[in-house]
């Protein structure tokens, strides 16, 4: 065992060989019994290694440890230090080696490089915090201990079928002054919003990346503003929280957050999703990007061009070598990490075709990752989730390997339900496909596999999809030029926000009318946060660095669109009453109630046509009391006129079935309406009613 003393004489040190089969920073006990903390590191290219330690906070570091020859196996090198208060240290690695861009090595020894497997980063301990330009390390590693208390926490046992997704922002949940929150932006002030989810009837939160990003990464101002890395696409770290999401995150209590914020949505029932990035990372080609993986072994965890310079499958840059087995091994030790250690109950893969492509860039199907974690015991309930194409041309939706495990962001489902609201005749088929849960795409996984969703994060908010034709980006200082030209949307006659009351009221109806739709669809429903109070980004459909109100919910929203949302409330609570809508398999025969479980039919009662467009259609669900358990036979009729003017459908079989309405997201039929045979449909509107089979 060898003996390091600091300069001041503070620290007696002692080091000696580690245990490599374990990546990372991890208080142990050695062979001797002596508690410690083992640091191994893997680097294949690298000549040489050492170990920086730090107090916190402090500048520069009290203690640089070299690793022997002896202490680095199988490009893995380890070391066990004792005589060191882990609470009370940040650390960090020095390698050297060659640095030559055409080898695709960049080895800066003089740089202090964060630990990939570090639990906890130092460095922006609070949301855009500064970093002193003199501190040795930018970003250095925390040492965590599993010691937090989980109260017997278990996951809400809610199959995908049953999810309703909601995907959020944890900084954007809260950070309105309208929020009420006591500690806004943070873990902790989401906590506060799980009363208000709870009450919508969402089981499951999806939350944009919350692995340590810098938001500060970027050099652009606009308007004198700084322009920031809001989203968080852009990996410092797979095993962290972000500090800056912490209202304990100067203190370093980031990861114990974490943790309660999802033990207290288990509480209430609620599911974890968090949105992943193993796509590319945060660093870049220039030399003072240099934070992590490309200073330890850029050839072993960047793909490369035949240059020597990243290539870039990602539309960022700096694209991961997924498929390298060190790699792989990372991704997979970070997944099993927040499913076990941090209770998370999935995760969405942003750009998953990425993790497919092989260490060349070209897509490999024999052994890619991705089948892998499928495939991985540790991970065996977890959900995941695929973005189903990369910014490189690789699109997969409805194509993606699923492994009996995958599900997939269904954006044909999207641009469908939005053509056809908008009256795009030619879009009935699609839609009908879409409604029944993509059967064209997903025969082999079921409805399941299809996560349908109307908006998310990238784009536009349902109200400005319903209020713009056009994107409007300027606060981003891309001069309009970044963002989707193509949306898909309709302002309804005036461009914003309007007192105009006929435009008020048809973007309310189309509203309305997609989120019916969403929730009677086969597939797993996700919304937008927001979007259930008509929250808006002013036409922004590309807020990744507005740390604004143009991204903030502005929660007085809630009583001035409370109609929405009791609208959006009832029909999450119609979804969740009706077992058939979350079937997810294809079977059309005809079940114990006499018809078939899903059928279309035009307004005069015939069978629609699975080729031909038309603006009206109206899908007929058969709920069989025997097959879901219910009490008696229920039928569902979902009316959708996207015509100009107003349509009368014939209803089915009323001498059987007496008819009710459930909703209509116009005003023409009201809750509780018994019509006789025939029912009234205004422009672009959805009805729904129930049906039960009458006596005799």
Same mark, same amino acid.
């Given at each position: ?163 309703? /997704? ?103 029932? /609620? ?104 495939? =991985? ?86 109200? =400005? ?198 909703? =209509? ?32």
């Amino acid at each position: 065992m060898l003996t390091y003393r600091s300069a001041d004489m503070k620290a007696e040190i002692k080091y000696e060989k580690g245990d490599s089969s374990k990546l990372g920073a991890n208080i142990c006990r050695n062979r001797d019994g002596i508690v410690g903390v083992n640091f191994s590191l893997y680097s294949e290219n690298a000549d040489s290694c050492s170990l920086v330690l730090f107090r916190n906070k402090e500048k520069q570091p009290f203690a640089e440890l070299p690793f022997t020859e002896d202490m680095r196996e199988n490009n893995i090198y380890t070391m066990f230090v004792s005589g060191i208060d882990p609470d009370a240290i940040e650390y960090g690695y020095r390698l050297d080696g060659v640095y030559d861009i055409t080898q695709e090595l960049r080895y800066q020894k003089e740089r202090v490089l964060l630990d990939p497997y570090a639990r906890a980063v130092a460095g922006r301990g609070s949301w855009c915090s500064y970093i002193d330009p003199e501190r040795a390390g930018k970003f250095r590693g925390r040492i965590i201990k599993d010691d937090f208390d989980w109260e017997e926490d278990v996951c809400p046992d809610i199959p995908l079928k049953d999810l309703i /997704i909601y995907e959020a922002h944890v900084r954007s949940m809260t950070m309105h002054s309208t929020s009420g929150s006591e500690a806004p932006g943070t873990f902790k002030g989401l906590v506060e919003k799980i009363p208000y989810l709870k009450e919508l009837g969402i089981n499951c939160i999806e939350l944009l990346p919350v692995f340590e990003f810098d938001e500060m990464e970027f050099n652009r101002f606009y308007n004198q503003k700084r322009i920031l890395n809001y989203w968080g696409y852009s990996t410092l770290n797979f095993f962290s929280p972000k500090a800056g999401y912490a209202a304990s995150g100067q203190d370093g209590r980031q990861v114990d957050e974490f943790k309660e914020m999802v033990k207290e949505f288990h509480k209430a029932g /609620i599911r974890v999703i968090l949105d992943v990035v193993y796509n590319h990372t945060a660093e870049g080609e220039e030399k003072e990007k240099c934070y992590s993986f490309q200073g330890i072994d850029n050839k072993v965890y960047y793909i490369s061009q035949t240059n020597g310079k990243n290539s870039n499958y990602s539309g960022c840059g700096n694209t991961f070598k997924c498929n390298h087995p060190a790699v792989k091994r990372l991704i997979l030790d970070s997944l099993r990490y927040w499913h076990k250690k941090c209770h998370v109950d999935g995760f969405r893969f942003d750009l998953a075709p990425v993790l497919i492509r092989g260490e060349d860039g070209i897509p490999d199907w024999d052994r890619p990752v991705i089948k892998d974690i499928a495939e =991985d015991e540790l991970l065996k309930d977890a959900i995941l989730i695929a973005e189903p194409w990369d910014a490189a041309g690789l699109y997969l939706t409805g194509k993606f390997h699923h492994w009996g495990r995958w599900s997939e962001w269904n954006d044909k489902y999207r641009d469908s339900m939005r053509q056809f609201i908008c009256g795009n005749s030619e879009y009935a088929p699609d839609f009908m496909s879409r409604l029944s849960g993509s059967e064209n795409m997903y025969s082999q996984c079921g409805a399941q596999g299809t996560i349908n969703f109307i908006t998310c994060h990238d784009g536009f908010t349902m109200y =400005d999809l319903v209020s713009y034709n056009s994107k409007h980006n300027e606060l981003n200082g891309e001069h309009n030029c970044d963002g989707n030209n193509w949306n898909i949307s309709y302002n309804n006659g005036c461009e914003g926000r309007t007192d105009d009351p006929h435009i008020r009221h048809m973007r309310r109806r189309k509203m309305m009318s997609l989120f019916a739709l969403l929730m009677i669809s086969r597939g797993v429903p996700m919304i937008y946060a927001g979007d259930e109070i008509c929250n808006s980004q002013n036409g922004n459909n590309n807020a990744y660095c507005q740390d604004s109100e143009i991204s903030w919910i502005d929660w007085s929203l809630v009583e001035k669109e409370r109609d929405m949302l009791e609208f959006v409330k009832m029909m999450i609570e119609f979804r969740k009453a009706h077992p058939v809508l979350r079937n997810t398999t294809y079977d059309q025969s005809v079940n114990g109630t006499g018809y078939p479980e899903l059928s279309f039919r035009y307004p005069g009662g015939t069978d629609a046509m699975p080729d031909k467009k038309s603006h009206c259609i109206a899908a007929f669900y058969a709920e069989d009391h025997e097959k879901y358990g219910t009490d008696e036979d229920c039928f569902i009729y979902v009316i959708c006129n996207v015509y100009e003017k107003d349509i009368s459908y014939l209803l089915p079989d009323t001498d059987k079935i007496e008819w009710t309405v459930f909703t =209509d997201s116009s005003t023409r039929n009201r809750y509780g309406n018994k019509p006789d045979n025939v029912v009234d449909a205004e422009p672009y509107s959805v009805v729904i009613l129930t049906g039960k089979k009458r006596n005799g």
